[in-house]
């Protein structure tokens, strides 16, 4: 889909500043064809900051979620992956380590215990 009067494409740049970082969205583009795109951004990027990789996407090759998915997304429980949910963690352990560890009864060690006992009358 041409978005303007040139028949140009607008295209979205991503790019990754260090290779342990994910893609980030920077900035968007118009431009004839992929590869010009491409050469647009690198031009832009070369001056300003070091990066690992640049990708172009298409605008209208993302696909998007729609309104109607909010609900969804809401419905999901997420509060173990927040902060306060690991509050009392800290104290938690503090708790079990100070508490002596209950002896171990293990049926098969006993009944060694007791013939070695019987072995010594």
């Known amino acids: 889909m041409k978005e303007d009067k040139l028949g140009f494409d607008a295209y979205e740049v991503f790019a990754q500043t260090d290779s342990m970082r994910p893609h980030e969205h920077q900035f968007s583009l118009l431009a004839p064809n ?26 209208d090759h ?20 927040m902060k306060q949910s690991y509050s009392g963690l800290a104290d938690t352990w503090r708790k079990y380590k100070t508490m002596p560890l209950p002896p171990i009864k293990d049926s098969a060690s006993a009944n060694v215990a007791s013939e070695d006992c019987a072995d010594d009358d």
Do not use: C, G, H
């Not at 993302?62 to 429980?77: C, E, T």
């Open 34 to 59: 992929p590869e010009m795109a491409l050469t647009l951004a690198k031009e832009n990027f070369l001056r300003r900051s070091n990066i690992t990789s640049i990708w172009v996407v298409r605008r």
């Open 62 to 81: 993302i696909v998007k979620s729609q309104p109607a998915d909010r609900a969804q997304f809401a419905r999901l429980d997420k509060s173990y992956r």
